[in-house]
């Protein structure tokens, strides 16, 4: 089976959630990735480079220089009379192309696979994560989305795949790039990073949340999250957001501090390999997926912990 696979870049690199995929993509067969955008020889170049790929397809366009989905999808479909599957990641952008992918392939996508059983069968979660569903499918093309949580990293380089250019598909001219108003940060990419210290509710405040968090977060090198509560109480930004509607992380450490432990918040990191839980009400959910619980009010055992550290 021939798998395609597309690359999720920033115009200069390639990004982390690239290689989870490569790795639930090579278990269907051979590698194939697209690099589309304007410009990027570089990021082809690094593509090149990841182990167990085979070939990558080049499409360098003003057409894709912002990865509009209504741009990129005619150009996989076009891609996909030599290959078998298209694998995305589950991010964002990736959510946005696959299913566009998959209307004009006329076919069933398969969301966010946890693994990969057979040529036909995959898991994914269902009911937030409380249920693990088998997938089997007869589609002749594959359309699917990895969550990059559920698979190892494959190896940035030890690599040597062909590079080769691919014709533009051009511009539909049905949607246009306006804008980004992107936030920059000197901490960790939240869905990268090893650490991460979330906030919830009951710290309170916007000032609270930050005069709390942030020191601790510092200390330890770590990316900075929020509970949907927290996020829509307007103490953090909505790309702090962990939890079924926000960003799906497995960093080595998750330090929840005020986070009462709600199901759709334990669907994002319930996969973290350590769960530290800091909170008040001993009854909380949090404590039941917790590997370390405190109990304790947070406003004295969060300084506590960023001063002796």
Same mark, same amino acid.
């Given at each position: 089976?021939?798998?395609?696979?597309?690359?999720?870049?920033?115009?200069?690199?390639? @990004?982390?959630?690239? &290689?989870?995929?490569?790795?639930?993509?090579?278990?269907?067969?051979?590698?194939?990735?697209?690099?589309?955008?304007?410009?990027?020889?570089?990021?082809?170049?690094?593509?090149?480079?990841?182990?167990?790929?085979?070939?990558?397809?080049?499409?360098?366009?003003?057409? &894709?220089?912002?990865?509009?989905?209504?741009?990129?999808? %005619?150009?996989?479909?076009?891609?996909?009379?030599?290959?078998?599957?298209?694998?995305? %990641?589950?991010?964002?952008?990736?959510?946005?192309?696959? %299913?566009?992918?998959?209307?004009?392939?006329?076919?069933?996508?398969?969301?966010?696979?946890?693994?990969?059983?057979?040529?036909?069968? *995959?898991?994914?979660?269902?009911?937030?994560?409380?249920?693990?569903?088998?997938? @089997?499918?007869?589609?002749?093309?594959?359309?699917?989305?990895?969550?990059?949580?559920?698979?190892?990293?494959?190896?940035?380089?030890?690599?040597?795949?062909?590079?080769?250019?691919?014709?533009?598909?051009?511009? @539909?001219?049905?949607?246009?790039?306006?804008?980004?108003?992107?936030?920059?940060?000197?901490?960790?990419?939240?869905?990268?990073?090893?650490?991460?210290?979330?906030?919830?509710?009951?710290?309170?405040?916007?000032?609270? *949340?930050? /005069?709390?968090?942030?020191?601790?977060?510092?200390?330890?090198?770590?990316?900075?999250?929020?509970?949907?509560?927290?996020?829509?109480?307007?103490?953090?930004?909505?790309? &702090?957001?962990?939890?079924?509607?926000?960003?799906?992380?497995?960093?080595?450490?998750?330090?929840?501090?005020?986070?009462?432990?709600?199901?759709?918040?334990?669907?994002?990191?319930?996969? /973290?390999?350590?769960?530290?839980?800091?909170?008040?009400?001993?009854?909380?959910?949090?404590?039941?997926?917790?590997?370390?619980?405190?109990?304790?009010?947070?406003?004295?055992?969060?300084?506590?912990?960023?001063? @002796?550290?």
């Amino acid at each position: 089976m021939k798998t395609l696979v597309w690359v999720e870049h920033d115009g200069q690199a390639v @990004k982390d959630a690239t &290689y989870a995929t490569v790795t639930a993509a090579a278990k269907l067969g051979e590698v194939a990735l697209l690099v589309a955008g304007q410009g990027v020889d570089g990021v082809a170049q690094a593509a090149s480079q990841i182990a167990g790929v085979a070939k990558v397809l080049v499409a360098d366009d003003a057409a &894709y220089a912002h990865n509009l989905a209504e741009n990129v999808a %005619p150009l996989v479909v076009e891609l996909m009379g030599s290959h078998d599957a298209f694998v995305a %990641p589950a991010t964002t952008t990736g959510k946005n192309i696959a %299913p566009r992918v998959a209307a004009l392939l006329d076919v069933m996508q398969i969301s966010e696979i946890l693994s990969v059983e057979g040529p036909d069968s *995959f898991t994914r979660p269902i009911y937030a994560g409380n249920a693990i569903a088998t997938v @089997k499918t007869s589609d002749p093309k594959l359309v699917l989305t990895v969550r990059g949580t559920a698979f190892d990293k494959a190896e940035a380089t030890g690599g040597s795949a062909a590079v080769e250019a691919v014709a533009s598909t051009g511009d @539909k001219g049905v949607s246009s790039f306006v804008g980004a108003e992107i936030a920059t940060s000197e901490r960790p990419e939240l869905t990268s990073a090893k650490i991460i210290v979330s906030g919830g509710r009951a710290l309170g405040s916007e000032e609270q *949340f930050h /005069s709390l968090i942030d020191p601790l977060a510092d200390k330890l090198n770590a990316a900075v999250g929020a509970s949907r509560a927290a996020v829509d109480a307007g103490y953090a930004p909505n790309d &702090y957001q962990v939890g079924q509607t926000g960003k799906i992380v497995a960093p080595e450490v998750y330090i929840a501090v005020g986070i009462s432990g709600a199901i759709q918040h334990l669907a994002g990191m319930k996969d /973290s390999k350590v769960i530290v839980a800091i909170n008040k009400d001993e009854d909380a959910p949090i404590f039941q997926v917790a590997d370390v619980g405190l109990v304790g009010d947070l406003f004295t055992v969060v300084p506590e912990l960023t001063q @002796k550290l």
